[in-house]
C-alpha cells in the first residue's frame, strides 16, 4: 500500500476571510475555567456567561487578541450604540 501526500492551496479566498479563518464564534461558555478566566480581564458581574440574551456572542481565534474567548455585543439599531457611547 502505498500513500500519496497532497496540499491544496485555497486561492479565491478574499484576503478579509483568509485573515479570519480560525475564528470561531458561539454563543455560550461551558468551561468554568474559561469563566474564571475572563472575570480577571472584565467585569462580568452582571453577564450570565454560561447563556447569553440575543446580540451577545463569544469570538476565539484569529480576531481576537486575547487568549481567552471574548464577550462581544452587536446593538441591533444605531440609536442604542449613540445612547451607549454617550454614557
Known amino acids: 500500500m502505498e500513500l500519496i501526500k497532497r496540499r491544496e492551496w485555497v ?6 476571510i483568509r485573515n479570519n479563518i480560525n475564528t470561531v464564534f458561539f454563543s455560550q ?10 472575570s480577571k480581564v472584565v467585569a462580568t458581574e452582571n453577564v450570565d456567561l454560561a447563556s447569553l440574551d440575543r446580540g ?6 484569529l ?3 486575547l487568549r481567552k ?12 450604540v449613540v445612547k451607549v ?3
Not at 29 to 38: F, G, P, Q, R, T
Not at 56 to 61: K, L, T
Request: negative net charge; hydrophobic residues 40%.
Open 56 to 61: 451577545y456572542f463569544y469570538v476565539s481565534g
Open 69 to 80: 474567548p471574548l464577550l462581544l455585543y452587536t446593538f441591533p439599531e444605531l440609536e442604542n
Open 85 to 87: 457611547n454617550a454614557g
Open 63 to 65: 480576531l481576537n487578541p
Open 29 to 38: 461558555l461551558a468551561v468554568e475555567s474559561d469563566i474564571a478566566e475572563i
Open 11 to 16: 486561492t479565491d479566498l478574499s484576503t478579509g
